[in-house]
């Protein structure tokens, strides 16, 4: 197995980008290594003062760097050669087996669609973001920021596909799907989630317990919860912000500690032909670490396989 990580991706690259990788080299199987893509000389001096084994990394030169605020469509074209570029070029030849990331997320999404594109009628691929719960585990919230408007179809495929991920990397047989709303009712929210209600209800694709609020969240009643990316993404960096000032004040809560964006480390893009794994901007070497550990998860599970399988290549 083979992970590619953007090493000049994120706010402290390429330096937590080398790191980290040198840390998930710790955990991973030993069959498993790691392709640093970027430009080769910056990458090269800040291995040299680390320890690690020499066989399991292979730097590939990319001379071109997204910025984090550059244009995402624009950037796809004007820059080729960019680490993004060539880290979506080895998972398009299979060189790779994941592409991680903690670079401009729009330029994730763009690469993609573009590069790898998605499988059968899927229409606009989600980012899931893995939401800690009382129990100790995680339910999958999706979408987390791609998909800003949705069409209630759109959110049908969001439930469809974070069922089939909740299904091959918790190891939950039937996953409980629910719509995240602002009551239980079925005739509750907006006509997009009154009408998403409806086709969900309907779906045999999918194990739908209907309609989730904010106060249930935390509890554990759904494994997957669907919503569009502007109220997923909200909620999402509230947490973050919530596990902030928590810290901040000398709170140590295992519910909270885990909204540290640190701790799962990364978001799939799901619905692409390839593993690709999204992390924040501001990264350090240990989410970086957990973004490849993820990675490496989500190519044990062959999630892609049976998404291929259910909406076809």
Do not use: W
């Amino acid at each position: 197995m083979k992970i590619a990580v953007d090493a000049m991706g994120g706010d402290f690259a390429p330096k937590a980008a080398v790191e980290g990788a040198v840390l998930a080299l710790e955990e991973l199987p030993n069959v498993a290594s790691v392709i640093l893509v970027g430009k080769e000389d910056e990458i090269q001096t800040i291995l040299n003062g680390l320890e690690f084994e020499k066989q399991r990394i292979e730097i590939i030169h990319a001379d071109e760097v997204i910025g984090m605020h550059e244009h995402p469509a624009k950037s796809f074209s004007q820059k080729p050669n960019s680490s993004i570029g060539v880290g979506f070029g080895l998972l398009k030849t299979k060189d790779a087996n994941a592409f991680c990331s903690a670079g401009n997320t729009g330029a994730m999404m763009v690469h993609s669609l573009f590069v790898l594109k998605t499988y059968g009628n899927i229409q606009r691929p989600p980012i899931a973001g893995f939401f800690p719960l009382k129990s100790g585990d995680y339910s999958l919230m999706l979408d987390i920021g791609a998909n800003a408007d949705c069409k209630p179809e759109l959110l049908v495929q969001f439930a469809e596909l974070g069922s089939m991920y909740a299904s091959l990397s918790f190891g939950i047989q039937k996953p409980k799907v629910a719509l995240l709303n602002i009551g239980e009712e079925e005739s509750k929210g907006s006509a997009v989630a009154q009408a998403t209600y409806q086709l969900l209800k309907d779906d045999k694709r999918v194990n739908f317990i209907g309609n989730i609020e904010g106060r249930d969240l935390f509890e554990g009643k759904a494994d997957v919860i669907v919503t569009e990316g502007f109220t997923g993404n909200v909620i999402y960096k509230m947490g973050e912000s919530l596990y902030e000032y928590a810290h901040s004040q000398g709170i140590d809560d295992q519910l909270i500690n885990r909204m540290n964006y640190e701790v799962v480390g990364g978001s799939p893009i799901i619905g692409v032909r390839g593993n690709v794994i999204v992390g924040h901007g501001i990264s350090s070497a240990l989410a970086i670490k957990n973004m490849i550990l993820l990675a490496q998860r989500q190519v044990d599970s062959g999630v892609n396989a049976k998404i291929a399988e259910v909406f076809g290549e």
